[in-house]
């Protein structure tokens, strides 16, 4: 199961949580994040190139870094990993 930034608090992650649990399956919180101008940048050269599957946009940026709560140890397994790292080195940093 892997959730996205749509699960901006703890309320919200305990649902997804709690359906791990009934289904039998581990569940962990990898929490990645990057400078807002980072993402901005993303935004940006994925809607220029035109391969934007996703919905995403500035002002939807804009709602969520409003209403995100990082998440705590409390909530369960949690891994952080800076997102602007690449990913051999992120691999790594998440595996080591």
Request: hydrophobic letters at 40%; a negative charge; one cysteine or more.
């Amino acid at each position: 199961m892997i959730l996205d930034a749509t699960y901006p608090t703890p309320g919200y992650r305990k649902e997804a949580a709690d359906t791990a649990r009934d289904m039998g399956i581990p569940f962990f919180i990898l929490h990645s994040s990057a400078p807002r101008a980072e993402l901005e940048q993303r935004l940006a050269r994925r809607q220029s190139q035109g391969s934007d599957i996703s919905d995403a946009t500035a002002a939807i940026l804009d709602e969520q870094m409003r209403h995100f709560q990082p998440p705590a140890q409390a909530e369960g397994r949690l891994l952080a990993c800076d997102a602007t790292t690449d990913i051999p080195a992120l691999l790594k940093e998440l595996t080591g």
